[in-house]
């Protein structure tokens, strides 16, 4: 499995913007399908954005549409994901996610991600 290590995280106040990167080591990360995952506080963890292998598929929650947009450099072997316009409901622990590789199917629910990285907390102040 390939692991995962997330930064970019901190406070900001609504409005501004914040871009979190993930990154990957111990597989070939091309191999991989990539999720940004959130978890408010006393709420279950749900998709916020997901990206295919070579990147030509995406895929955001509703929510975010618009405001967030998720990339990957597979050359450096790192996710990104650009969040714009934020708002106090963003506020969550933000989690990347890798798929099992060379996987095609679904992106939305956490049981399609094997790999997890450690969260990085994001809070957007009114």
């Known amino acids: 499995q390939v692991q995962l290590v997330e930064s970019g995280g901190g406070s900001v106040q609504a409005g501004g913007s914040l871009r979190l990167s993930c990154a990957a080591s111990?597989?070939?990360?091309?191999?991989?399908?990539m999720g940004w995952f959130r978890q408010p506080p006393g709420k279950e963890r749900g998709l916020v954005a997901a990206?295919?292998?070579?990147?030509?598929?995406?895929y955001y929650a509703d929510s975010v549409k618009g405001r967030f947009s998720i990339s990957r450099d597979n050359a450096e072997n790192t996710v990104y994901l650009q969040m714009n316009s934020l708002k106090p409901e963003d506020t969550a622990v933000y989690y990347c996610?890798?798929?099992?590789?060379?996987?095609?199917?679904?992106?939305?629910?956490?049981?399609?991600?094997?790999?997890w990285g450690q969260g990085t907390q994001v809070t957007v102040s009114s």
């Open positions: 996610a890798a798929t099992r590789p060379y996987y095609t199917g679904t992106l939305y629910s956490t049981s399609n991600y094997v790999s």
């Open positions: 111990g597989r070939t990360f091309s191999n991989y399908a």
């Open positions: 990206i295919s292998q070579r990147g030509s598929n995406t």
